[in-house]
């Protein structure tokens, strides 16, 4: 069963969050305060952490820096409840890892559709770390390959395989997904961040990225990842054949962008997947290096 952590000093906001997120089947465990969430998490395995910001003892976010700076927290989502939607409160929080906002009060429609979202993009990830070790060996006798993909599920294989050959297998999971998956959705198969973000919202995304790659033009475009291995570290090289896009916006967390169900995915992959991140041209192609796995 998935579980999450609700931490947050008002009792009602508690019974709101777990009233809300029971009735989706989730087991929701409660802290009224930082030290007993921390004490709770050194207990307890969770798949996602709701953070009241401002509590007694230690507030939210002492408790997220604490998480983050953590390697076996570093990569479990969070999202950051707060009563005030500053610029730079939000600008702190996406600093240190809260890259999902919800402002109180909220619509608890708004918290089901965050939720499921982070969740079902999280089991994703989480499916890609279940490499065999056989394929792992082989893998690593690899100094250069291309793969060419068109659909979202030859995009997380692809993923998955090539995490494994990199030392921080669960970092560069995330940020192979995240470009690989841009590749097809908005290279190849033309859909804007804005366009995204409406079809999630009406749990429409899945049957468009289904519809564009059964028609013309999109049906006939495929993209590519390239990688080489160069001394310690591997360079993935990611293609596509659409338009292009202005990547800039998106190379780091956005305040404005805070409360939105997407466009994180570049950010992530910029700030914690990669040693270093490059888009060239007019975004089509990214070149990404981490450090490669020791045999």
């Avoid at 006798?141 to 030859?154: K, M, P, V, Y």
């Avoid at 896009?245 to 997407?262: S, V």
Wanted: net charge negative.
């Amino acid at each position: 069963m998935t579980r999450i952590l609700s931490v947050d000093d008002e009792p009602i906001n508690l019974a709101i969050i777990a009233e809300c997120l029971s009735d989706e089947g989730y087991q929701v465990d409660e802290a009224e305060d930082g030290e007993v969430a921390w004490a709770m998490m050194a207990e307890n395995h969770y798949d996602l952490i709701i953070l009241d910001r401002m509590m007694p003892r230690m507030d939210g976010m002492s408790l997220l820096r604490q998480l983050k700076a953590d390697p076996a927290w570093k990569m479990v989502p969070v999202i950051m409840q707060t009563a005030s939607a500053s610029q730079d409160e939000v600008r702190e929080g996406l600093a240190a890892g809260a890259h999902y906002y919800l402002t109180k009060p909220y619509d608890p429609e708004a918290l089901h559709l965050l939720v499921n979202t982070i969740l079902k993009d999280k089991s994703e990830r989480d499916e890609m770390s279940h490499v065999s070790n056989a394929l792992r060996h082989t893998l690593s006798l690899l100094r250069q390959a291309e793969f060419s993909f068109s659909n979202l599920a030859e995009a997380h294989d692809l993923a998955a395989a090539l995490s494994s050959m990199c030392r921080d297998q669960q970092s560069a999971s995330v940020g192979l997904i995240e470009l690989l998956v841009n590749a097809v959705e908005h290279g190849n198969l033309g859909i804007s961040y804005d366009e995204k973000a409406e079809l999630r919202k009406n749990f429409k995304w899945e049957d468009e990225i289904a519809r564009r790659l059964a028609e013309a033009p999109y049906s006939a475009r495929r993209a590519s990842v390239s990688m080489q291995r160069d001394g310690d570290y591997l360079e993935f090289v990611v293609r596509d054949e659409g338009v292009g896009f202005d990547w800039k916006p998106f190379m780091d967390f956005d305040p404005e962008r805070a409360f939105d169900l997407n466009g994180r995915g570049i950010a992530m992959a910029n700030n914690f997947s990669f040693s270093s991140l490059e888009y060239q041209g007019n975004g089509n192609t990214v070149v990404a290096r981490t450090l490669a796995r020791q045999e």
